[in-house]
């Protein structure tokens, strides 16, 4: 199995928005059952974010991110996208891409991660 690989992270201002891309393994893609995004705060725990199903491409988001984010994929390219709206300082973390849809103690192996900062 391939690492996904995450980027896109940067600095942003609240309020503003950035889209995170990870590119997944078509083994990655068609084994799992979904791809998921979480993010690790300083000082706190890995959180799942969200993830989209690799069957049937539903979503499902975390309460804190509900209606500002929004996961997409690009099937051809087997890539996955995060798009991060109205940013507060609150979204400030690493952001991770795994093949699970929420718990992230069931990822054996984590990626390097894409750090976005939120601030003005």
């Known amino acids: 199995q391939v690492q996904p690989v995450e980027s896109g992270g940067g600095l942003v201002q609240p309020g503003g928005s950035l889209r995170l891309s990870c590119a997944a393994s078509r083994f990655t893609v068609n084994y799992y059952y979904a791809i998921g995004w979480f993010r690790q705060a300083p000082g706190k725990e890995r959180e799942g974010v969200g993830c989209?199903?690799?069957?049937?491409?539903?979503?499902y988001y975390s309460a804190s991110v509900e209606g500002r984010f929004t996961i997409s994929r690009d099937n051809a390219k087997n890539t996955v996208y995060l798009q991060m709206n109205s940013l507060t300082p609150e979204d400030t973390a690493v952001y991770y891409c795994?093949?699970?849809?929420?718990?992230?103690?069931?990822?054996?192996?984590w990626g390097q991660g894409t750090q976005v900062i939120v601030s003005s």
């Open positions: 795994a093949p699970e849809c929420s718990d992230p103690n069931k990822v054996a192996s």
């Open positions: 989209i199903s690799n069957s049937d491409g539903r979503t």
